[in-house]
Every structure is written in C-alpha cells, then in structure tokens.
C-alpha cells in the first residue's frame, strides 16, 4: 500500500515562500508521476503541478506558473512543492498524489493521496 506524507505547510505573510515536502512509501517510487493539488473551503480540489516519474518533465496551472516550482529526488522518495510570491487566494489544504494513468491534471486520475498540509497566506 501506498503512503503519502506531506509536510511544511504554515501560515506565511503574502509575498512569502513555503516549500512543501512529500514522502512516499510502499511502491516503487520512481516509476510513478506525482501530483499536488489543493482544496480550499468550499471549493473543489484542484490542479497544482505536476512531475513526471524521471522528473524530466513538469507541468503547472496557469494560476502558479512562475511562482510555483516542483520537484522530486528519486533516491529519497520525495516530492516537493516551492511556493515563492504567495498569494492569499493560495490559502487552501495541499496534497500530493501519485499518477494512475490518464491525464496529469484530473484529480481522479490520481489514484493515492496524502492527508493533506495546511498553508495559509495572510494579507
């Protein structure tokens, strides 16, 4: 079974930065494309970034692009999130995913999760 631990959410000041962290345990790692998404209240999960299994390959939302950057170390089974010139409207509950297969920016085909980290962006 998979795990995923993500880390390093917090409150931050707008114009902050953040680095998120995600462990994974349990399949092997490098074969897989990784995922962040986010959910604030009342709103639906969605669409953070993406990371290829070699890592050679990312992809972003529009709403991150240039702000966000992701990244993976395939020897210690991690994928990161750095969040630099935060936003308020990037308050929201952060969550890695592992890829199953399909496209790289719809939540259900992401097929493990996380439980969740916490960032909240003060104004």
């Known amino acids: 079974q998979v795990q995923l631990v993500e880390s390093g959410g917090g409150l931050v000041q707008a114009g902050g930065s953040l680095r998120l962290s995600c462990a994974a345990s349990?399949?092997?790692?490098?074969?897989?494309?990784m995922g962040w998404f986010r959910q604030a209240p009342g709103k639906e999960r969605e669409f953070v970034a993406t990371i290829s299994a070699s890592g050679s390959s990312t992809s972003y939302a529009d709403f991150v692009k240039g702000r966000f950057t992701i990244s993976r170390d395939n020897a210690k089974n991690t994928v990161s999130l750095l969040m630099n010139s935060l936003k308020p409207e990037d308050t929201a509950v952060y969550y890695c995913?592992?890829?199953?297969?399909?496209?790289?920016?719809?939540?259900?085909?992401?097929?493990?999760w996380g439980q969740g980290t916490q960032v909240t962006v003060s104004s």
């Open positions: 349990g399949r092997t790692f490098s074969n897989y494309g």
């Open positions: 995913a592992q890829f199953g297969g399909g496209s790289v920016r719809k939540v259900t085909d992401y097929n493990y």
